[in-house]
Nanobody, 126 residues
């Protein structure tokens, strides 16, 4: 069973950048669509970006388009989320999740994610 593990969260000032990383404990994420989700205080968890494998097709929610970039390095068994121009409303716990079915061609919605990490806190504040 996949067990994603996130890292890279922290405190950053508005306008700053962070890169989150996701890898898998015990098994590789290489063949699975990976999604990044976040949960802001008092709000429901929302999908923000995803990337398929092996095609590398991506999708972003509107609020992060042009600021966040998802990528993967299957040789290193890693998925990244580069976050630029961070805003206070980006604050939350960020989760990495893997789809339950491997080798999907697209990720057009935020359903079907069966394997979740524990989350990493991102705080954007001056």
């Amino acid at each position: 069973q996949l067990q994603p593990v996130e890292s890279g969260g922290g405190l950053v000032q508005p306008g700053g950048s962070l890169t989150l990383s996701c890898t898998a404990d015990r098994n590789s994420l290489d063949f699975y669509t990976i999604g990044w989700f976040r949960q802001a205080p008092g709000k429901e968890r929302e999908g923000i970006s995803c990337i398929t494998s092996p095609g590398g097709n991506t999708n972003y929610t509107d609020s992060v388009k042009g600021r966040f970039t998802i990528s993967r390095d299957n040789a290193a068994h890693m998925v990244y989320l580069r976050m630029n121009d961070l805003k206070p409303e980006d604050t939350g716990v960020y989760y990495c999740a893997a789809q339950g079915i491997p080798l999907l061609a697209t990720c057009t919605d935020w359903t079907g994610y069966d394997y979740w990490g524990q989350g990493t806190q991102v705080t954007v504040s001056s």
